[in-house]
């Protein structure tokens, strides 16, 4: 399978634990992309890279949360002390961006975390 | 923030019906795609339509676009049980802007 993968698929964790997910994109996808849904809601921006270079990240992004994609490959996003309201679905999509400037993104499965 | 409204939010009608889903949107776009996604699974990309399209067809899926309005639409004709999903509309502002802004989406129930 040649698709975005996510690891963990579920992470349950307690209240101000670390807590880090990795994501693998699509092998010549340049922009790996970071979102977070919680129930009844769509998917919410939360920073993305080209190559390596992290070129944009959300308000939502607070300084408990840090992403790397160190050599332009997979990327891995961390979120220290963890709060209940950090719980939600992580999604992680990638790209190719055209010559035409359009670029549909896939989509990983994502990872629930759970924090009690 | 979101910059999408689908409308309705939930929808649930018979296999062999047809479904049509609206978008509405804030702000220019550079293009505006739809995805789908089954309980607490990943999105999956549906179709994509430039700001200077009108209208795009894709196997039982319609999409239609107008910049005037700022509004889209997503028709599924002769529905099945397996549409049953969420639906997502998702705008690309382009530009240095990479990522897309989604709507809270609309519940497709498709009876059999």
């Known amino acids: 399978d040649t698709g975005v993968s996510q690891d963990p698929r579920h992470k349950i964790t307690k209240r101000g634990q670390n807590v880090t997910f990795r994501c693998d994109p699509i092998?010549?996808?340049?922009?790996l992309y970071w979102y977070r849904q919680t129930l009844g809601q769509g998917p919410e921006f939360l920073t993305y890279?080209?190559?390596?270079?992290?070129?944009?990240k959300s308000r939502l992004l607070s300084d408990r949360f840090s992403a790397e994609r160190p050599k332009g490959s997979f990327s891995t996003l961390e979120i220290q002390r963890t709060e209940q309201g950090d719980s939600a679905m992580y999604l992680c999509a990638s790209s190719s961006l055209r010559l035409a400037g359009d670029s549909e993104q896939f989509f990983g499965p994502g990872t629930r975390l759970t924090v009690l | 923030s979101q910059q999408g409204e689908e409308d309705p939010q939930a929808l649930s009608i018979q296999e062999g019906e047809n479904a049509t889903m609206n978008c509405s949107y804030k702000t220019s776009i550079n293009n505006l795609q739809w995805y789908r996604q089954n309980s607490g699974r990943g999105l999956v990309h549906l179709i994509l339509?430039?700001?200077?399209?009108r209208e795009k067809h894709s196997g039982r899926l319609r999409v239609t676009l107008d910049t005037s309005k700022k509004s889209s639409s997503l028709l599924i004709t002769a529905s099945r049980a397996a549409d049953t999903a969420s639906y997502f509309c998702?705008?690309?502002?382009?530009?240095?802007?990479?990522?897309?802004?989604f709507g809270k989406g609309t519940k497709l129930s498709v009876k059999p």
């Open positions: 998702a705008t690309d502002v382009g530009g240095s802007q990479g990522n897309l802004i």
């Open positions: 092998s010549e996808h340049n922009r």
């Open positions: 339509i430039r700001s200077n399209e």
């Open positions: 890279f080209q190559n390596e270079a992290q070129l944009e």
